[in-house]
């Protein structure tokens, strides 16, 4: 037979579409039997496989082939260092063998028929910290495999990881024994709330209707059995799932739409459990066996709940979510033949004790009206989220908000943090007065001048924060020069898992294309903290804010800093104007660290040929008190900084920003802030090297004069604020900014700066 070449690297990026591949599979095993042919197609090879890791036996276990006989899937297994596949496990690294049987760790498994299999190459799967297993590909002839199939498969198995994580949790999980459930709380009906002032954390108006946020739909899983319940057919249990499936690729779609960070996985540990024959299965077993389709829907799903909320690992308890999101909308299409029940969120202004960015995402999807949370803080990422998305957040610290009744009309109007439950006649006219002031907002966008100047002609440069792509046209359109910085973990926060090479490059690619032209700050991965990944434990600790967050994960993780790394270097191959930049860099070690990091990635792109950008310019986040000692230091070393006042005034004053009842301690004109701001942009600014400030003081106006007087020229605000910036930089001069600067700088007390800055 004549073997046509291996496919271009670039066809790569086409294979973006994982959840098309999940969705046409009829079950797990015929989702993973389709990936080893997409790959061996891919990469021509004779053979390709996939083992997955079972914890409980602690084996590899082959779960799906082309090329080996089929028989062997299943039978094959081998210990963590066993043969190449289980040392490619226990390494985490790929083995590329030109005669596999000449290597001392060769396993011949005579059920698999491998004999004539010459050239091996094998790589990891695995999730971030997580390893799920291996990905292997044979070939008849010799030294088959290039470095450049090393590559590919690595990026290959990376894309599709989350997917066959998820696989491989749903497959475990029939070997799995259930235990008890926790006792399920009562909530009390809580009618006397009129009035609460809460905090702004993003800003808009909604008068709607209130709903719980209960972590997916599990009320429904909740509520009592009906009598009725027994009219529900089989037949109306098939329908109802096959609804939820066109639900979700419709979820799924719309979500791809507003935003390109989240397109298509979200949803695919749902798709998982409903590509899982057992569990449908197991529900239809229950109803031929006459309890009723409501009944057994609650039965199984309870059952997996039970299993998924025992586990130890943060990831598998986070998919009892998912679980009970999936039953619940099972249970609502099927209770919707005949009747219309609960709607979730749509539409509703949803109270919340606490969110993930992704359960903000999956409001956003639902057209949620406004959120209420009863904790947190104004520069959380979540309320960053919800600016991004545009959603109106008020963070309030009332805890017997949660216990209103459903539905109850609640007016929010987060422009100034005002919650009104049950609101009069006046107070609705008062909204929509108010509401009619946004148009002014509008107003703005259309005199916004494309260059910002002071009084006295001094340029100033506003650029604009990102955290979504869907922000980039409000950016361009309220003339921001550039993005001074892009969180690039919002699509890590938001996604189910960690999100591979291929689709960063996308995500970035989309953002230099939408861009062009402009200076484009790309900020490394700032998880921990607050930030917190739903789906990795490896942030967490008792005391995260000060654990392994941000560049410290990257550089103890690096196959994910280097993917990120790749990802960026490759979407800016044809453009000058990226940057990158470390966050949280706490000593000159730690920059060369990750700088270094940087060069061997530009190396590999080299060595594969693949385009890329030869030499970005490499800045770093100032939010720590250890880089005062060291800032002349550091002002030789990096090529520009951006203060990220938020994190700078949370550890100089050992105040967590996201805590709402220390609020008040949060001052970012305590005089050891401005002091430590005034010496950092003179070290930077003499040393002729760009400064800019990103965190929320550069668009809190009260602190602008102070901040154009110590001389900082370059601001970077989320977009919305850049008109009220701009109005404001016009109608001040330097000479005025500079002598504000000086007397806040003789200051020593937090009393005296604050009589000087609001004066009664
Ligand atoms: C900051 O700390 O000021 C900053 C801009 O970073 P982030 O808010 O993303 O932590
Ligand atoms: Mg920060």
Known sequence: ??????????????????????????????????????????????????????????????????????????????????????????????????????????????????????????????????????????HEKQDYFTEIDVVVLRALASQLAGTVENARLMLDLHNSAPRQPAPSSVS?????????????????????????????????????????????????????????????????????????????????????????????????????????????????????????????????????????????RILKNLYNWSSDDEAFCEDRIVTAGELYPSEMLKLASEDVKGVILVSGGVTSHVSILARS???????????????????????????????????????????????SSEKKTESFKAVMSPITHTHDGVRICLMANINLLSELPGARELKAEGIGLYRTEFPFLIRPTFPSEEEQFLIYRRLVDEMAGQEITIRTLDVGGDKTLAYSDATGGSNPELGL?????????????????????????????????????????????????????????????????????????????????????????????SIGTNDFVQYLIGVDRTNEKVAEYYRPYHPSVLRSLAKIVKAVTEAGKDISVCGEMAHETEYLPFLLGIGIRKLSADPQFLPMLQKRISEMTIAEAQAHAKSLLEKSTIKEIREQMYPE
């Open 1 to 138: 037979m004549i073997k046509k070449e291996r496919d271009h690297f670039n066809l790569l990026c086409d294979i973006g579409d994982l959840s098309a591949l999940l969705t046409e599979s009829s079950d797990i095993e015929s989702f993973l039997q389709s990936a080893v042919a997409m790959v061996s197609r891919y990469l021509n090879a004779d053979v390709c496989s996939i083992y997955l890791y079972d914890e409980k036996s602690d084996d590899l276990v082959l779960k799906a082939t082309v090329g080996l006989n089929p028989s062997a899937v299943g039978r094959i297994r081998m210990k963590p260092g066993e043969g190449l596949v289980g040392k490619t496990f226990e390494m985490l690294r790929p083995i590329r063998e030109p005669a596999a049987a000449l290597n001392p760790n060769f396993k011949y498994f005579k059920e698999a028929n491998e004999d004539r299999f010459e050239s091996f190459l094998s790589v990891p799967i695995q999730r971030g910290v997580r390893k799920i297993g291996v990905m292997a590909v044979q």
């Open 188 to 328: 009390d009906m809580f009618e006397s709330l009129r009035f609460v002032k809460g905090q702004s954390a993003s800003g808009g108006y909604a008068f709607a209707a209130s709903a719980v946020f209960k972590r997916s739909h599990g009320t429904l899983l909740e509520k009592d059995d009906a009598e009725e319940d027994g009219i529900y057919s089989l037949e109306d249990f098939y329908r109802a799932v096959h609804k939820t499936a066109e639900q979700l690729v419709e979820f799924q779609s719309r979500l791809a739409e507003r935003l390109i960070e989240s397109a298509s996985l979200i949803f695919d540990a749902h798709f998982m459990i409903l590509k899982d024959a057992q569990f449908i299965n197991k529900i239809v077993k229950q109803i031929m066996e006459g309890i009723s389709p409501p009944r057994a829907v609650k039965e199984v799903a309870g059952h997996y709940i039970r299993i998924f909320s025992s586990s130890p690992n943060t990831y598998i308890r986070e998919k009892v979510n998912d679980m009970e999101d999936l039953a619940g």
């Open 389 to 435: 998305l545009k959603i109106p957040l008020i963070i309030a610290d009332r805890p017997d908000l949660l216990n209103l009744p459903e539905g109850t009309p609640i007016l929010l109007d987060a422009e100034i943090g005002n919650i009104y439950v049950r609101p009069s006649a006046q107070v609705i006219r008062q909204f929509e007065n108010r509401k």
């Open 549 to 641: 967050r941000s560049i410290r994960f990257s550089l103890r993780f690096r196959d994910i800093f280097e993917q990120q790394l790749r990802a960026i270097l490759r979407a800016a191959a044809d453009t000058e104007n990226v940057r990158i930049m470390f966050p949280m860099i706490s000593s000159i070690d730690e920059f060369r660290e990750a700088r270094q990091v940087l060069s061997d990635c530009i190396a590999a792109l080299e060595r594969e040929k693949i385009p890329h950008h030869p030499g970005p310019a490499v800045g770093m986040m100032l939010e720590l008190p250890s880089v005062m000692e060291l800032i002349h230091d550091f002002a030789q070393e990096a090529d520009f900084f």
